[in-house]
């Protein structure tokens, strides 16, 4: 019997009754937990499926002596031990572009959301009521409000991600710029976008969004440096990942009046009460649209990652090779 062990959500993974493979041995173990338990409980396993951020460090890869694969429910995959698990011999897949076009869909409306000053006016009325009301209104009336076709909207990353957005953003007519490590240039002049340095987009964009994984190269992308080659209250949308942001650098600038920012992301998950998003002054609050890291957990999402998931999970123990492979096996 192939023994699978889960370290995702139940109710996530069994509420939509989405079928698994006849006769396997699925259980779903006690995590977050120590290392030690979580070799304990996985030691057996012919396949692991686990959270996007779930952490699989060296120490517990090298006691997985059954394990075949690890399958990512989700596209992340950073906190597996990617070096470890390929000298285990260990597939580590993930579920790429399962949820770009959910993610993508968030990141527009943190856009529209900080661009029309939308969590401001909503605390403003939540508190005060009527008199809210009149003042956002009046508010409104002195600093005016931008269209998004008007914008010029800058993507860092142009994977899956960044080309639903893509696709999304031409319906509302604004210029779009891109920046990557591989130049897309068919897709580029098939959108009318413009390819540039990442330097060439924090100076030119007035919409910064964010859709690269958490490497060396990508951390801290977002700090003091480059948030003051950006133009006066530009807009920085994160839902990929919350390493990719300086915390202090980001909060600074929000308090200041410098920026908006739109986040689904944060580092570390779980946060921490005292993390600086979480204690903003008055003015970096209104300039914050946030959410909880909910752009690619859609029920639609969650449905076609069990069954791609599934999918390859039984590839890997028919003796097949399965997709979307991470760690270079």
């Not at 995959?77 to 993508?104: S, Y």
């Not at 900080?114 to 403003?124: I, Y």
Request: proline residues 4%; hydrophobic residues 40%.
């Amino acid at each position: 019997m192939v023994k699978v062990r889960v370290t995702c959500n139940k109710n996530i993974i069994e509420r939509f009754g989405v079928k698994k493979p006849e006769g396997w041995d699925f259980q779903y173990i006690n995590y977050p937990c120590s290392d030690e338990e979580l070799v304990a409980q996985c030691k057996d396993a012919d396949i692991i499926f686990c959270g996007p951020v779930d952490h699989f460090r060296k120490e517990v890869v090298e006691q997985l002596d059954n394990c075949k694969l690890i399958h990512s429910l989700g596209v992340g995959f950073d906190k597996i031990d990617l070096a470890a698990t390929k000298e285990k011999g260990i597939f580590v897949c993930n579920n790429r572009a399962v949820n770009a076009v959910p993610v993508a869909e968030l990141a527009v409306g943190h856009m529209i959301s900080c661009l029309r000053r939308m969590p401001e006016a909503d605390a403003l009325i939540k508190a005060k009521g009527v008199d809210g009301f009149n003042e956002s209104f009046k508010s409104y009336q002195v600093k005016g409000q931008s269209e998004l076709s008007s914008r010029v909207v800058g993507l860092v990353g142009l994977g899956a991600i960044g080309h639903a957005a893509v696709k999304m953003l031409k319906a509302f007519g604004c210029t779009i710029k891109y920046y990557d490590v591989f130049r897309d240039e068919e897709f580029e002049k098939e959108h009318g976008l413009e390819y540039c340095t990442y330097e060439e987009i924090l100076e030119t964009c007035d919409i910064i969004s964010y859709h690269v994984p958490v490497l060396d190269s990508t951390r801290n992308m977002v700090r003091k440096e480059t948030i003051d080659k950006m133009k006066q209250d530009a807009i920085i949308i994160n839902v990929a990942r919350g390493e990719i942001v300086n915390n202090e650098d980001l909060a600074e600038a929000l308090n200041n009046g410098r920026i908006f920012a739109g986040l689904d992301v944060i580092a570390p998950e779980p946060p921490t009460a005292d993390h600086p998003i979480f204690n903003l002054n008055e003015t970096g609050k209104a300039r914050l649209s946030i959410t909880p890291h909910i752009a690619g957990t859609t029920d639609d999402a969650f449905i076609r990652m069990s069954e791609w998931s599934y999918e390859n999970m039984v590839r890997v123990m028919n003796g097949e090779r399965p997709i979307n492979i991470v760690n270079g096996l």
